[in-house]
């Protein structure tokens, strides 16, 4: 049985890094490993601070916002000097591993000198529909507008993920980060 502390941290706005988060865990979990999945927020990122102190190992998931993490996981990155750090996130706009590597890069660039990067995975997630509604009102202002159609494509395509597949594809990268097989 592995005896690493495993730290399971996520920011989540709209479920999708969550849903991910509870694969991890269960993942895990078939492993003998019990991690819990431990939601990030502004209001308690003293909590999530707390749950990486003893923490050999820290599972960080976030949600995708402007090309890089949430601000909550920002906040934390600094407190995982000494730790193993495997990153996984969801990202609405996307699709193609290229951007995704991109993200995962820039977040990775954030962490501390001390900090052990073992990998990361992301996958893309389901929009809310308010994101829909401004982009339709994009095309109206530019009738036949490639690329704001090419934006609403996207949006109807993420609309299904993440899927199980995608939570299973990166339950594996996080098992193989680990050496856990």
Known sequence: MDKRNVALLYNSRGGNTKMVAEALRDALAQHGIEAEACEITAADLDGARSAIKPADVVLLGFWCDKGTCSEEVSALLPELSGKQ?????????????EYFERILAGVKAKLPEGAAYLGGAMCQGKM??????????????????????????????????????????????????????
């Open 128 to 181: 809310g529909p308010a994101i829909r509604k401004r982009y339709e009102a994009m095309l109206a202002e530019k009738p036949g507008d490639q690329r704001v159609q090419a934006m609403i494509d996207n949006f109807d395509a993420a609309a299904s993920h993440p899927d199980a597949s995608d939570a299973q594809r990166i339950a594996d990268a996080m098992l193989d980060a680990l050496d856990i097989r």
């Open 85 to 97: 750090v495997f990153l996984f996130g969801t990202a609405g706009f996307g699709g193609a591993p």
